[in-house]
C-alpha cells in the first residue's frame, strides 16, 4: 500500500539516509557509553558510572525514535553492527582508557552525532518533511547538552 504522507518517495529516501546515519551514530555512541559505564575506574568512579548509565539509556531511547521515523518514511532501518560501522562517524574504541579520555571520547563522539544531525535537519527541511526536522531538532539539542555537560568534567 502506498503511503501519501505530503512527501515525495525519492526525497522520503533521501531523508531516510541522513537519518541512518544519525541512528548509526547515536547507536554506536550508546554501545561506547555502556561500555564505559561498564569498565570506568578512578576517583570519579560514581558519578561517571551513573552519569553514563543515564546516557545510554537515553541513547537507547533516542535510537528506537530514530529508526522508527525511518520506517514511518517507508524506508528499512539499518540494524546490523557492519551497517552501523560504514555508516557512523562515531570512532569505535576497543580497549578501556582512562576516565578522562572516555569523558574526551564522549564529548566528541556527541559533537559527531550534533554535527549529523545538523546535516538532517536541512535534508529534512529541503524535503518539506517537518516531522523529522522537528524530532531531530530535540536530538540536536541533547547531543549538544550532554557535551556540555561532559566538557565541564574536563575543566
Known amino acids: 500500500m502506498a503511503i501519501s504522507i505530503g512527501i515525495a518517495r525519492k526525497d522520503r ?18 554501545l561506547k557509553t555502556h561500555s564505559f559505564h561498564w569498565n570506568v575506574t578512578g576517583p570519579q568512579f ?7 548509565e543515564t546516557q545510554y ?5 533516542a ?17 546490523s553492527y557492519s551497517q552501523f560501522g560504514k555508516l557512523t562517524s562515531i570512532k569505535e ?8 579520555e572516555m569523558v574526551n571520547q564522549l564529548v566528541e563522539g556527541h559533537e559527531m552525532a ?14 518539506g518533511d517537518e516531522g523529522t526536522a522537528d524530532m531531530v531538532t530535540g536530538r540536536l539539542k541533547e547531543h549538544e547538552k550532554t557535551a556540555w555537560m561532559l566538557r565541564s568534567l574536563l575543566k
Not at 63 to 79: H, K, M, N, S, Y
Open 13 to 30: 529516501e533521501a531523508v531516510a539516509k541522513h537519518l541512518s546515519k544519525l541512528l548509526a551514530d547515536t547507536y554506536s555512541l550508546y
Open 63 to 79: 535510537a528506537d525514535e530514530v529508526a522508527e521515523r525511518i520506517r514511518t518514511l517507508d524506508v528499512f532501518a539499518p540494524g
Open 57 to 61: 539509556n537515553a541513547l537507547w531511547l
Open 114 to 127: 550534533a554535527h549529523t544531525a545538523r546535516g538532517t535537519i536541512k535534508a529534512a527541511d529541503a524535503a
Open 93 to 100: 574504541e576497543v580497549g578501556v582508557p582512562e576516565w578522562k
Open 46 to 52: 560514581n558519578s561517571l558510572h551513573t552519569m553514563f
